[in-house]
């Protein structure tokens, strides 16, 4: 899951805290409903889409992934600006958004995701509704 490793720049550290914690509110809230390998395909398909614009980790996946792992995504931000951090972080939110609401719908994205935006206290303000 997460940890601090690759968290090397300190004014980084609450823009990933951010992003992290609202992937992990993410995958509490969708695991149930689309399982773990579900939540982890739609996360790697978003990190793949938002690496065209962004600095995301090279490799996040590995097929047989039945969890969220974060590890590579916590380094990969890491050593990037403040803002840069906010704004790949905000991207990638985003992009998950966007692509689940493709799935399955904006209405139901949105209901299914709403108490990621509204409960999480760490969220960001570009996280604070739905994109």
């Known amino acids: 899951m997460v940890d601090d490793r690759g968290a090397g720049n300190a004014d980084s550290r609450p823009a990933i805290d951010k992003v ?24 790697q398909r978003s990190v ?4 065209r614009t962004h600095a995301m980790p090279a490799a996040v996946h590995d097929d047989d992934e039945q969890a969220l792992d974060l590890v590579p995504l916590r380094q ?3 050593g990037q600006s403040p803002d840069d951090a906010v704004a790949a972080g905000d991207a990638l939110l985003r992009t998950f958004h966007e692509l689940l609401a493709s799935l399955i719908g904006l209405s139901l994205t949105e209901r299914l995701l709403r108490s990621v935006w509204t409960d999480s206290s760490s969220a960001s303000s570009a996280q604070d509704t739905p994109p």
Do not use: F, K, Q
């Open 20 to 43: 992290c914690t609202a992937l992990l509110a993410i995958d509490a809230s969708l695991s149930p409903i689309i399982g773990a390998r579900g939540v982890v395909a739609l996360y």
């Open 48 to 51: 793949y889409l938002t690496a």
């Open 76 to 78: 990969a931000l890491a």
